[in-house]
């Protein structure tokens, strides 16, 4: 048999079974009982229909599969974008707090001190970008009555001095800089040392050329004296953290931790005018300390 032959044949029969199928579901419906050929028929092609059904059946769940992971994969994008949109809401909201106690803070002290001093608040908006520890930029200058000379303050302590002005701007040099000395004191004891200086690319400061028997230890609270003439006194300076004796036995130094946090500094008073000290001048005024802090303005 030609191949020809054998394709017409294939597809007669294939014609016929379907016809025969056609023939027993149509009538089927009417009758009751099935011929003996049909249900030969019937059995011979129940696996063929079983394994197609098996296939339609895989091909419906791939399509649901396929389906369902895009639905999901739209959605976990969706949760992503929202998820980033409720960190920031609580980044901003965390930031808000921090500045509303900063700003508490911050008026708090202008109250308590109402009797001690003048006050202008400025922001922070730059640093010097070679030394971050030694000049920070404040938003106050002429316009507002700010003059060089002028002492930088905030709720947690001393910060340093206003060396340059511009209109709206103005330059204030650290007490982290060794140009931004101040005499000090001890708080518990009454006792004036002589001078803290800043220690270079460093946010501690050191007490110098203390004599041996200066009364200093560690966890004393550190104040300016008031002497040299820049520097109202009592104002809180920092803690000490270390005391250490100098190589040949006649001078220590103490190492100082600021209260000033100086890394996070964002606001800052300027003193505009001294009405009272924060506690009085006892002791004379020396000439290193006035020295020292008359410094070499930048």
């Known amino acids: 048999m030609t191949r020809r032959k ?22 089927g419906l009417e009758r009751t009982k099935s011929l003996p ?3 030969a028929l019937r059995e011979m092609l129940a696996p063929l229909q079983k394994g197609i059904t098996s296939i339609i059946n895989i091909a419906d769940n791939y399509t649901a599969y396929f389906e369902d992971n895009e639905l999901l994969r739209r959605q976990n994008e969706q949760l992503q974008r929202q998820v980033s949109e409720l960190e920031e809401e609580i980044y901003a909201l965390q930031e808000q707090k921090l500045e ?9 002290y202008q109250q308590e001190k109402y009797d001690n001093y003048e006050m202008v608040l400025a922001k922070v ?11 920070i930029i404040l938003d106050k200058g002429k316009k507002q009555g700010i ?3 002028m002492v930088v303050v905030n709720h947690d302590g001393l910060i340093g001095r206003v060396v340059q002005v511009s209109v709206n701007t103005a330059h204030v040099l650290l007490i982290l800089d060794r140009e931004g000395a101040v005499g000090g004191r001890i708080l518990e004891n009454r006792y004036t040392p002589g001078v803290v200086v ?14 041996h028997d200066v009364p ?3 966890n004393q609270t550190i104040v300016s004296s008031g002497l040299g003439g820049v520097f109202p006194g009592g104002i809180r ?29 964002e606001e800052a008073f300027i003193i505009t005018q001294v009405k009272k000290t924060e506690e009085p001048i006892e002791t004379e005024e020396t000439e290193e300390t006035e020295a020292l802090e008359g410094g070499s303005e930048h």
């Open 125 to 135: 908006i730059g640093r010097n970008p070679t030394n971050w520890y030694e000049m």
């Open 216 to 218: 200093i230890e560690p």
């Open 237 to 265: 300076i920092g803690k000490v953290v270390e005391v250490t004796l100098e190589p040949q036995g006649l001078t220590k130094t103490a190492k100082i931790k600021p209260f000033v946090d100086f890394e996070r500094l």
């Open 198 to 211: 800043g220690v270079d690319n460093s946010q501690y400061l050191e007490m110098i050329h203390l004599a």
């Open 6 to 27: 054998k394709v017409l044949v294939g597809v007669l029969l294939t014609g016929l079974v379907l016809l025969t199928l056609r023939i027993m579901f149509l009538t």
């Open 37 to 39: 050929f049909e249900v």
């Open 147 to 149: 003059r060089p000379g």
């Open 100 to 108: 509303n106690e900063r700003l508490r803070a911050l008026l708090d």
